[in-house]
Nanobody, 125 residues
């Protein structure tokens, strides 16, 4: 059964780092586009980063470009999001998502059929 499970969230101070993991069950999902979104109650799900299953090319939201890095380890069926220089505006529930129809995912949450439950990231002094 296809399943995505996030881990690695927590509470950190501004300027610190966290690494999120998304364990993927189901080979079909790993062969498709994988992405991270974040959700804030008043703003819905916002695109963070995506990685291609074809050539590992990546795409980032402007707000995280240069601070966050998405990567994949096929041997572990896991997607990662390394988050550096965190600030209070990064506080959100982070979710990983899969679109088996594409190699590189879009920025539109509606294109993703599979979602994890999310992991909370809180950046606070």
């Amino acid at each position: 059964q296809a399943q995505l499970v996030e881990s690695g969230g927590g509470e950190v101070q501004p300027g610190n780092s966290l690494r999120l993991s998304c364990a993927v069950s189901g080979r079909a999902l790993m062969n498709g586009a994988m992405a991270w979104f974040r959700q804030i109650p008043e703003k819905g799900r916002m695109f963070v980063a995506a990685i291609s299953s074809y050539d590992d090319s990546t795409r980032y939201a402007d707000s995280v470009q240069g601070r966050f890095t998405i990567s994949r380890d096929e041997s572990k069926n896991t997607i990662y999001l390394q988050m550096n220089s965190l600030n209070t505006e990064d506080t959100a529930v982070y979710l990983c998502a899969s679109d088996p129809r594409r190699f590189l995912g879009t920025v539109d949450a509606r294109d993703y059929a599979y979602w994890g439950q999310g992991t909370q990231v809180t950046v606070s002094s």
